[in-house]
Structures are given as structure tokens and as C-alpha cells.
């Protein structure tokens, strides 16, 4: 049996890419079955931490922090649907209006690798809330959606909720984010493998399959 490789994934709920290179990493994954191992956790990263309570119009947004066009958001809006789809991952942005914060959203999941050592309840946690979020169209920064999501992975809901009106894990969620910063990492998704190996953006399965064959030496 060979040594797990050690995965962090630097992304957040709001990041569309995230969710094609979290998908694409599932099917790498999936393909290497009995070949690879690995111990994933998924570190915090805000794309827009002084985002106000309410959030902000989507296009509005999109317009203003990269200057693009409607035309051009639609392009990106048909890529990331065409690449999800190609993973198993479906996007309906008509239904993302706005773009929220997602500090409490990292709590949790913070909180969630530390009630499940193996990994996976983080992991289905995430995979939840980028589903609420890209698929449902839901707000990611709402508690009630955070809680509800945390039950359906078999997360204890009382305990979401007051991990939630408390100031539970902010100071940790803050370090991890800063230490991931000072390493470097100021765009995501960033997948760092064994601490050393950058695999930046949402790449498709081949890249994930080959990088991951070449460091577990199969």
C-alpha cells in the first residue's frame, strides 16, 4: 500500500472554477482507483471577504472587479456549463444573482474536518455547498441554507447553528487563509500536493491523472 499523497485544495464556495477543478480531481480520482491514494482538505479562500452582508448584483460585480462585458460573462457562463457538464457537475448561473460572502461558509468546513478525520464529511459539505450555490442558486452566506446543508451530510445541525451566532473557528479559518497568502496563493483553485506540487485553476482530468500518476510513481 502506498503513502496517501497529501492534497490541499485552496478554494471557496463562490468560485466557479473551483467546482469544475473539484469535479475534475473526483474524476481523476476515480480513474486511479486502487493505484493512488490520497488525504485531501480543503483550506480556506475568500475571493470576496469585504463583500457587504447583502451581497452584490452578479453582474454588476463581474462588470466592475474585471471589467467584463455582457457578452463576454455569457461566454464564460457557456464554458463553465459546457466543463462542468464534462465532470458531472451542473451550473445554472441564471439562477446565481448575486455574489455573497463566504467566511461562515468556511467555518463550517473547518469544523467539518475536524469531526471527521477520514475527510469526507468536509469533502460532501463543500460538495454541498457549491451544489447550493452554482446548481440551486442558493445564498451561501444565509444560515439557514449553511445549517440545512450541514444536516444533509450528516453534520449535527445544532451544532452548525451554534458554531454560527458564535465567533467559533474565525481565528483559525483567518491563519489558514493568511498562511495559504503568504505562500503565494492569491487566485484559486490552488491544489497543492505533498506541499510542494502546484496544480493551479480548474484543469481538466488528464492534468489531475497525470500529475497524480507521476508523484505516486504508477
Same mark, same amino acid.
Given at each position: 500500500m502506498t503513502q496517501p499523497?497529501?492534497?490541499?485544495?485552496?478554494?471557496?464556495?463562490?468560485?466557479?472554477?473551483?467546482?469544475?477543478?473539484?469535479?475534475?480531481?473526483?474524476?481523476?480520482?476515480?480513474?486511479?482507483?486502487?493505484?493512488?491514494?490520497?488525504?485531501?482538505?480543503?483550506?480556506p479562500f475568500e475571493l470576496n471577504p469585504a463583500m457587504v452582508p447583502e451581497g452584490e448584483d452578479t453582474t454588476e460585480h463581474l462588470a466592475k472587479k474585471y471589467?467584463?462585458?455582457? !457578452?463576454?460573462? $455569457?461566454?464564460?457562463?457557456?464554458?463553465? &456549463?459546457?466543463?462542468?457538464a464534462a465532470v458531472g457537475f451542473t451550473f445554472n448561473l441564471d439562477k446565481r444573482s448575486r455574489?455573497?460572502?463566504t467566511f461562515d461558509a468556511h467555518r463550517l468546513l473547518h469544523w467539518a474536518h475536524l469531526e471527521d478525520a477520514s475527510g469526507l464529511r468536509q469533502l460532501a459539505l463543500k460538495q454541498g455547498l457549491l451544489k447550493a450555490y452554482f446548481t440551486d442558486g442558493q445564498n451561501p452566506s444565509d444560515h439557514a441554507v449553511l445549517v440545512r446543508v450541514a444536516g444533509e451530510v450528516g453534520l449535527d445541525q445544532v451544532q452548525?447553528?451554534?458554531?454560527?451566532?458564535?465567533?467559533?473557528?474565525?481565528? !483559525?479559518?483567518? $491563519?489558514?487563509?493568511?498562511?495559504?497568502? &503568504?505562500?503565494?496563493i492569491h487566485s484559486v483553485p490552488a491544489v497543492i500536493?505533498?506541499?510542494?506540487?502546484?496544480?493551479?485553476?480548474?484543469?481538466?482530468?488528464?492534468?489531475?491523472?497525470?500529475?497524480?500518476?507521476?508523484?505516486?510513481?504508477v
Open positions: 499523497l497529501k492534497i490541499d485544495f485552496v478554494s471557496d464556495v463562490s468560485c466557479p472554477w473551483c467546482a469544475v477543478g473539484l469535479a475534475s480531481l473526483e474524476t481523476a480520482l476515480e480513474r486511479l482507483q486502487g493505484q493512488v491514494t490520497v488525504d485531501i482538505t480543503f483550506q471589467g467584463s462585458t455582457p !457578452e463576454q460573462a $455569457a461566454a464564460v457562463k457557456e464554458t463553465l &456549463r459546457s466543463r462542468g455574489i455573497y460572502n452548525a447553528q451554534s458554531i454560527l451566532d458564535s465567533d467559533t473557528y474565525a481565528s !483559525e479559518v483567518r $491563519a489558514q487563509e493568511q498562511h495559504f497568502q &503568504r505562500l503565494g500536493i505533498n506541499d510542494k506540487h502546484l496544480i493551479s485553476g480548474g484543469q481538466p482530468p488528464e492534468v489531475f491523472e497525470q500529475a497524480l500518476r507521476q508523484l505516486a510513481g
